[in-house]
T-cell receptor, first 114, second 113 residues
Framework: DTAVSQTPKYLVTQMGNDKSIKCEQN?????MYWYKQDSKKFLKIMFSYNNKELIINETVPNRFSPKSPDKAHLNLHINSLELGDSAVYFCASSRGDRRSFGYTFGSGTRLTVV | SQELEQSPQSLIVQEGKNLTINCTSS?????LYWYKQKYGEGLIFLMMLQKGGEEKSHEKITAKLDEKKQQSSLHITASQPSHAGIYLC?????????????FGTGTRLKVLA
């Protein structure tokens, strides 16, 4: 069973479109994250979310919005896609307590905007 | 598949002491990244190493990628309570055309004041 699953794995779309990437975790974790992997290959956090708080990285354009229908899902919506949005996006989850950091990543979604 | 193993798993040091965390890969590393995670927060990028023998420093944290490019060490000098958190190494791996980003097992650091 995949612990953190993202769909789709690959997404090619035109500029100006609106798209969503889905993320689901079956680990019972209470905190989920979205990361963008930039051209230098390191991860930059976009959002972290648990059932109490949404923390947004202030550098993230407001065209990006997280949607969480329940604790096991955190979807990423992107409006009016731009060329610079092309990247690999990773979803992750972790336990929110101090006993275990149980940090798990999805396999990533490669977004290409043309 | 490629794996990253970190040691030690957890570390408790007195403030002011130096410490080292290691990250060992089962395959050659072509890019190694160090992150720090504080409780309740996401990963914070610390530094990236690409070339064998490369060494980078940021404030009191120094990371090095060994010549054979299968191990990296993260060294903290004169540790402070603000250094406490979980340190993770990460690397991108491409096996049979499948792109993957993998993480080490993590090292939990506590610094006693």
């Amino acid at each position: 069973d995949t612990a953190v699953s993202q769909t789709p794995k690959y997404l090619v779309t035109q500029m100006g479109n609106d798209k969503s990437i889905k993320c689901e975790q079956n680990l019972g974790h209470d905190t989920m994250y979205w990361y963008k992997q930039d051209s230098k290959k390191f991860l930059k956090i976009m959002f972290s979310y648990n059932n109490k708080e949404l923390i947004i990285n202030e550098t993230v354009p407001n065209r990006f919005s997280p949607k969480s229908p329940d604790k096991a899902h955190l979807n990423l919506h992107i409006n009016s896609l731009e060329l610079g949005d092309s990247a690999v996006y990773f979803c992750a989850s972790s336990r929110g307590d101090r006993r275990s950091f149980g940090y798990t990543f999805g396999s990533g979604t490669r977004l290409t905007v043309v | 598949s490629q794996e990253l193993e970190q040691s030690p798993q957890s570390l408790i040091v007195q403030e002011g002491k130096n410490l080292t965390i290691n990250c060992t890969s089962s395959k050659t590393l072509y890019g190694l990244y160090w992150y720090k995670q504080k409780y309740g927060e996401g990963l914070i990028f610390l530094m990236m190493l690409q070339k064998g023998g490369e060494e980078k420093s940021h404030e009191k944290i120094t990371a090095k990628l060994d010549e054979k490019k299968q191990q990296s060490s993260l060294h903290i000098t004169a540790s402070q309570p603000s250094h406490a958190g979980i340190y993770l190494c990460g690397a991108h791996s491409s096996t049979s055309g499948t792109y993957k980003y993998i993480f080490g097992t993590g090292t939990r650091l506590k610094v006693l004041a």
